[in-house]
């Protein structure tokens, strides 16, 4: 199984930081990548898929890159609705799995 | 606006039973629910997410996380737009809210949207 590994595992960051998190794979999964913002009591909301390319509806303030092992989302100036557990998930092989999450409260 | 709503959690007694169901509504002309595979994730109380279980458009394929291959049942009903879990044997791990989400695949790019509203499973005497 692939395993994903994200850091850090919580932030505290202030409304117009830029804030960056990484997500690891145990093997290349190429682009086969999607972050999703979860909010305490709410489903998963996509963000990101194909590890670059931005889901519609969702603002341009957010990010992603990477390919094979090393991906990073990042929040280029940080919004009140921001605050959130983000999690990234591998796409490319059963058992698809999800990283433990990243934490983002306020500072 | 294509919204998946789940059904049936509850409280179950360990070694129970409890069959998911999830019901796509409000689809238009560019979604048809037979066109798509289909997903179930859970989330353990204060934990992260699970993904539990993969079913193909057609139903030809199926996949489960080794934690509930034996217990755990996916099965589709085209004809009606609805996804289910059948769940024998339940342990109190199993506790978590339950999420179906469509699986999307586009020229090499996969990804989970939209996510049902969650129900909740608990397992305990």
């Known amino acids: 199984d692939i395993q994903m590994t994200q850091s850090p595992s919580s932030v505290s960051a202030s409304v117009g930081d830029r804030v960056t998190i990484t997500c690891r794979a145990s093997?290349?999964?190429?682009?086969?990548l999607a972050w999703y913002q979860q909010k305490p009591g709410k489903a998963p909301n996509l963000l990101i898929y194909?590890?670059?390319s931005l889901q519609s509806g969702v603002p341009s303030r957010f990010s992603g890159s990477g390919s094979g092992t090393d991906f990073t989302l990042t929040i280029s100036s940080l919004q009140p609705e921001d605050f959130a557990t983000y999690y990234c998930?591998?796409?490319?092989?059963?058992?698809?799995?999800f990283g433990p999450g990243t934490k983002v409260d306020i500072k | 606006e294509v919204q998946l709503v789940e059904s049936g959690g509850g409280l179950v007694q360990p070694g129970g039973s409890l069959r998911l169901s999830c019901t796509a509504s409000?689809?238009?002309?560019?979604?048809?629910?037979?066109?798509?595979?289909m997903v179930w994730v859970r989330q353990a109380p204060g934990e992260g997410l699970e993904w539990v279980s993969y079913?193909?458009?057609?139903?030809?394929?199926?996949y489960y996380v080794d934690s509930v291959k034996g217990r755990f049942t996916i099965s589709r009903d085209n004809a009606k737009s609805s996804l289910f879990l059948r769940m024998n044997s339940l342990r109190a791990e199993d506790t978590a809210v339950y999420y179906c989400?469509?699986?999307?695949?586009?020229?090499?790019?996969?990804?989970?949207?939209?996510w049902g509203q969650g129900t909740l499973v608990t397992v305990s005497s």
């Open positions: 079913i193909s458009s057609s139903s030809d394929s199926i």
């Open positions: 989400a469509r699986y999307n695949w586009n020229d090499g790019k996969a990804w989970f949207d939209p």
């Open positions: 998930q591998q796409i490319y092989s059963f058992p698809f799995t």
């Open positions: 409000r689809f238009t002309s560019r979604f048809t629910f037979s066109g798509y595979a």
């Open positions: 093997q290349g999964i190429g682009s086969w």
């Open positions: 194909a590890a670059s």
